[in-house]
């Protein structure tokens, strides 16, 4: 079965630590998401991308938070440095979006991220 | 920001009985997708209704869309334990725009 790989599935770290998250998208989908799940912000849409190419991250924090895609199976997610309220769990997804119409979502198990 | 909103917060019924859980949203849309998630694990998606579209079947599930009153419904009949689970609705936010957004779901539980 095809699905969406996300590392680590948790994490730990200490405030002001770098974190990285990465994700590897089904192939073939051509959309690449990241989504941030908290309690009192339900699920938030921070950036995507399309064929590698970032499509839109105004959901970030930019002064923090940084997206890319170096090739076609591997997103990653980084906050530098991290901050306790960035503790929450960090989904990926990929599907296939054509021209203005996304399609279904596959999603990652997440990376549930603590900072203390 | 969010473009659905799902109502009820949270629903508890009995395994047999069926379960419904409606989705506004606020501006006009292409397609409309249901999600499920378990407790600690990530959405699955359910199934997508087209704007042009009325009603729509899966299995258990059965969703409508109202683009008139910007509304959707998912009713899953004959409800059983295993359906326990947060259920979200999705839009694109803007026409346009190529991500979905999600409400803040409804919480199904479903007792044996």
């Known amino acids: 079965d095809a699905r969406v790989t996300q590392t680590p599935r948790h994490k730990v770290t200490e405030m002001g630590q770098e974190v990285t998250m990465r994700c590897q998208p089904i192939?073939?989908?051509?959309?690449v998401f990241w989504y941030r799940q908290t309690m009192m912000q339900g699920l938030e849409l921070l950036a995507y991308?399309?064929?590698?190419?970032?499509?839109?991250d105004s959901g970030m924090p930019k002064d923090r938070f940084s997206a890319e895609m170096p090739d076609a199976t591997l997103a990653t997610l980084k906050i530098q440095p991290s901050e306790p309220r960035d503790s929450a769990v960090y989904f990926c997804?990929?599907?296939?979006?054509?021209?203005?119409?996304?399609?279904?979502?596959?999603f990652g198990q997440g990376t549930r991220l603590t900072v203390v | 920001s969010q473009q659905g909103e799902e109502d009820p917060q949270a629903l508890s019924i009995q395994e047999g009985e069926n379960a419904t859980m409606n989705c506004s949203y606020k501006?006009?849309?292409?397609?409309l997708q249901w999600y499920r998630q378990n407790s600690g694990r990530g959405l699955v998606h359910l199934i997508l209704?087209?704007?042009?579209?009325r009603e729509k079947h899966s299995g258990r599930l059965r969703v409508t869309l109202d683009t008139s009153k910007k509304s959707s419904s998912l009713l899953i009949t004959a409800s059983r334990a295993a359906d326990t689970a947060s259920y979200f609705c999705?839009?694109?936010?803007?026409?346009?725009?190529?991500?979905?957004?999600f409400g803040s779901g409804t919480r199904l539980q479903v007792q044996p």
């Open positions: 997804a990929s599907g296939l979006v054509l021209d203005t119409f996304p399609g279904e979502a596959f």
């Open positions: 192939l073939g989908h051509n959309t």
């Open positions: 999705a839009t694109p936010p803007d026409t346009g725009r190529r991500a979905l957004t």
């Open positions: 991308f399309r064929n590698r190419a970032p499509l839109d």
């Open positions: 501006t006009s849309i292409n397609n």
């Open positions: 209704i087209r704007s042009n579209e």
